[in-house]
């Protein structure tokens, strides 16, 4: 699952409005990292981190879409995600991220980082096995 | 947008904490429609549609990923979602998906439909045209 290129993250508005958008995404144990680009879509950054302000509670899926509908699976992960800034855990995060994709090396991520507590974990599959 | 086989349902809970999963899906104009399949995520199932009677805002994902990043592309839309467990409104969803994914045709979706009202459409692309 850590291998996955990207992941869905949902969070929700201080209203419980859920939001969901495409992220990349770096795994280190239970803790998971995605960051913002601080590119076009400054809107979205913006309200996926206000939400995150509001409410801390995530949910992040990774799943696998196929034509033969007995090789879907997904991963989805609950957590308790945080802004951070700057600092080591920033740097860690982007670390990971650049480490992961060779498209951030050029041209590391120069957001915040959003830091993932995973709490909860569920995973499906069509066929077993 | 509509073309795509696969996106991604955030729902909240009644407490606000989001959730999301894939989904298969089809289009109407503004109206979208997604079904509950009745087999093995029945626990999933259960927690879209408990979310959904709890907090009828959903955010719907539909992304392009490439690792060439500048072809990247998402189309996002919110909305407002009812479940709807059989009459005519449930047998034009089934109707819908049936005619889009031939994997339904031998085995209609059997649970109840989500039917969301669009009320807001947000898209982004890497590159321009």
Redesign the interface.
């Known amino acids: 699952m850590g291998a996955a290129?990207?992941a869905?993250?949902?969070?929700?508005d201080a209203?419980?409005?859920?939001?969901?958008?495409?992220v990349t995404f770096a795994v280190d144990g239970d803790t998971l990292y995605t960051a913002v680009d601080q590119k076009?879509?400054r809107t979205?950054a913006l309200k996926r981190l206000d939400n995150i302000s509001a409410?801390p509670?995530?949910?992040?899926?990774v799943?696998h879409?196929d034509?033969d509908?007995d090789r879907?699976w997904?991963v989805?992960l609950?957590g308790r995600a945080r802004v951070v800034d700057d600092g080591p855990e920033h740097d860690r995060g982007v670390q990971l991220l650049v480490a992961k994709y060779e498209?951030y090396r050029a041209r590391p991520p120069a957001g915040p980082v959003i830091v993932i507590e995973v709490t909860g974990r569920?995973t499906?599959s069509?066929s077993p096995g």
């Open positions: 290129r990207v869905r993250l949902a969070t929700a209203a419980g409005r859920p939001h969901v958008v495409p076009p879509k979205t409410r509670d995530v949910s992040l899926l799943d879409y034509e509908w879907l997904w989805r609950d498209q569920r499906w069509a």
